[in-house]
């Protein structure tokens, strides 16, 4: 589809980047006519813009912005502020919109009003997260599922990144209905920065994000004295920083492997990230099926974009049966589900490693997956079907 007349609005809470903020670039790349792109901070944090809005032209490449800086988040009151921010920016910046794109329900309600007020001509509810048990505050909770259930039913397309938030609804809340989609998240594939596999380092082990208790590193690094009686050279590289860095630097020494262990801290740069990823020979991800109060995990309902990454390096994952995409990722040789037990994973580690001509194959399946979920591939497929509806 050419994009050069179509006018667009995508409008998300920012933490970190995300596939809001691939779609801006995608359609940036594409020269979309008239391109409004609004941004809240999800969480206060200093390092944000703020609150405000990003306006491209395509045909002339020019760009305007405008941010309000946030002090504080005001807790319930900042979303009565953004959901009214919203239909401000948009009335500010004129109308005939095509396409309306709100990332979480109440930027997605808001669209649904400039929709009825006449300045879009279509809404789409993309879901980044979701989790029936949103919130701990029952009566809070309820009001966002009602919200979420009114901007499935009333935007003309809603896109989920997994099949279980469809099945999500249906189960906890008896919803079913509006034209509801599986979109799952992606990747830059020609932008990643691989390596060729004779560059890869054959004893390394990855993991890369928010170094977290939650995110199951311990498990991995107990397993480690295992792994070093079979695998002598084997290295762990753990890429991020977090609060429980400090913990497993510990865990590592009195089990005596430190030396086994690299802690790069936090990385800025993500293409430095992924020149890291890319050496690796294999990844991991401890995801838990269940949080603290006994519930299911919003990756459990979620698509992680860090296992697109991984494969994105041709990185095959070892990984827990979390994800949505586990077992096709297994079925199709990108990787191998384990427990949490150190011995199920001190396995896995090591009959992936000491076998290179399988860990080859491994990578080639891991980069052939990785493809189909180009963004160059996916954005197009997507937004070609709701502009021609």
Not at 50 to 67: D, F, I, V
Not at 222 to 233: D, F, N, V
């Amino acid at each position: 589809m050419n994009f050069t007349d179509k006018k667009i609005i995508i409008s998300t809470h920012v933490y970190t980047t995300g596939p809001a903020q691939d779609l801006r670039d995608y359609l940036i790349s594409q020269k979309a006519l008239k391109l409004l792109y609004v941004g809240h901070p999800l969480f206060y944090k200093s390092e944000l813009k703020g609150s405000g809005y990003e306006l491209y032209y395509g045909n002339t490449g020019e760009k305007k912005e405008n941010y309000t800086k946030i002090k504080d988040n005001f807790g319930m009151c900042s979303y009565f502020r953004d959901f009214f921010g919203n239909i401000r920016h948009v009335m500010k910046n004129g109308n005939g919109w095509d396409l309306y794109v709100g990332s979480d329900n109440l930027n997605a309600l808001s669209g649904i009003v400039l929709r009825r007020l006449g300045y879009v001509k279509k809404c789409v509810y993309y879901v980044i997260d979701y989790n029936p048990h949103r919130f701990q505050n029952r009566l809070v909770n309820k009001i966002y599922h009602k919200i979420d259930q009114y901007c499935v039913k009333h935007c003309d397309e809603t896109w989920n990144l997994s099949v279980r938030m469809e099945e999500g609804r249906k189960k906890y809340f008896n919803f079913s209905g509006g034209n509801q989609i599986t979109f799952p998240i992606g990747i830059w594939f020609d932008k990643f920065n691989r390596v060729p596999f004779a560059k890869v380092e054959k004893q390394t082990l990855v993991y890369m994000g928010h170094v977290l208790k939650k995110q199951g590193i311990q498990y991995v690094i107990e397993a480690t004295p295992a792994i070093i009686k079979k695998i002598p050279s084997f290295n762990f590289l753990i890429i991020g920083g977090g609060e429980y860095l400090t913990d497993l630097k510990n865990l590592a020494d009195k089990l005596g492997v430190y030396k086994n262990l690299e802690f790069t801290g936090f990385v800025e740069d993500h293409r430095d990230v992924e020149r890291m990823l890319s050496v690796g020979a294999a990844a991991v991800a401890m995801y838990e099926k269940y949080d603290d109060a006994g519930n299911l995990s919003f990756t459990y309902f979620a698509d992680p974009g860090k296992l697109k990454s991984y494969l994105a390096g041709a990185l095959p994952i070892i990984l827990t049966d979390v994800s949505h995409n586990a077992k096709e990722i297994e079925r199709l040789g990108c990787g191998k589900i384990i427990t949490s037990d150190k011995e199920s994973i001190a396995k896995a580690v090591i009959a992936i490693l000491k076998n290179e001509k399988q860990l080859e194959k491994m990578h080639k399946n891991a980069e052939e997956y990785a493809k189909k979920y180009d963004w160059n591939l996916t954005f197009p497929k997507n937004l070609d079907r709701i502009l021609k509806k």
